[in-house]
């Protein structure tokens, strides 16, 4: 008789648990893996860039991001997003490139601002620099990066040159610090993703360029959640604490604060 029970209340615990996982389906809660495969979401992991729609991160881990993938309008369009997929694929090593997602971001924002000037601090081998230039093609801008190595700089040079940016792009070489002293004209788009710590330098010599409604946005705001780059920490304290901005974060992959200088 006990043995019967066991066996009913066994069942009954079964049940129930399959009844609760159905529930939370259908409320979305997380669901299996394959089932998040199904409804086109994907996981943090996630890299490379993979044209067409409806592709999905192996594992499924996280369930955080919708995906969607660049669809070029044009063949030159094309041969940038191709360039950018090699130096995605074969020079990431070393090159502390920001991922796709978030150049994705900038080449938004920059074609949403109709930007005429970016200025970059940390060009590296070019790999954000070129999304800038894929927006800046649209918006007849130009590109002014800045980079300190000069290993970074002569391949950022290559890039530029055969992703047929290079006559949109001035790389300036040398220590940024120095070098952003010498830019009187006014600037649409701040890109800040070179040494953390001079992040609030950075903001202070270059914000009374920026023209009201410009932005300045700066990579790896993700650094603050580990305690690292007080230099991060401050720069964050500034362009939230000041009336004339509005920053929102998206904190996807490194992390970019996005700033607004106020009309
Ligand atoms: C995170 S990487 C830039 C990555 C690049 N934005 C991309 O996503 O392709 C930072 C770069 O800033 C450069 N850098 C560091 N300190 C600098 C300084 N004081 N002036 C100019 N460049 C600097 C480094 O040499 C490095 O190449």
Redesign the pocket.
């Known amino acids: 008789m006990l043995k019967k029970i066991m066996l009913v209340v066994t069942v009954a615990v079964l049940l129930a648990a399959v009844a609760n996982l159905i529930a939370q389906d259908e409320n979305n809660e997380p669901a299996s893996p394959q089932t998040q495969r199904q409804r086109g979401v994907m996981g943090r992991g996630d890299r490379g860039m993979r044209r067409g729609p409806g592709r999905f991160a192996p594992g499924g881990a996280d369930a955080s991001l919708i995906v969607s993938s660049p669809m070029p309008k044009t063949e030159q369009e094309k041969k940038i997003l191709d360039v950018l997929d090699d130096m995605d694929k074969n020079q990431r090593r070393g ?4 991922p796709v997602e978030d150049g994705r971001l900038l080449r938004l924002l920059t074609e949403t601002v109709g930007a005429k000037h970016v200025i ?10 070129i999304w800038f230039c894929l927006a800046l093609r649209k918006t007849g801008g130009k590109l002014t990066t ?4 000069a290993r ?1 700089a002569s391949l950022a040079r290559e890039n530029f040159k055969r992703a047929g940016v290079d006559k949109m792009v001035t790389l300036v070489e040398g ?3 120095e070098t952003v002293k010498k830019l009187k004209e006014p600037i649409d788009v701040v890109f800040i ?3 953390k710590e ?1 992040y609030p330098d950075y903001l202070n010599k270059l914000l009374p360029l920026v023209r009201p409604g410009g932005l300045i946005l700066a990579h790896n705001i993700n650094m603050m959640r580990g305690g690292r780059g007080s230099g991060i920490q401050d720069y964050v304290n500034a362009v939230t604490t000041n009336p004339d901005l509005e920053t929102v974060f998206y904190l996807q992959g490194g992390g970019v604060s996005v700033t607004l200088k106020k009309r």
Request: charged content about 25%; overall charge negative; cysteine-free.
């Open positions: 090159m502390m490139n920001v970059e601090i940390g060009t590296s081998n070019g790999y954000s620099g800045y980079e300190i190595d970074r220590d940024a610090h993703d070179a040494d001079g």
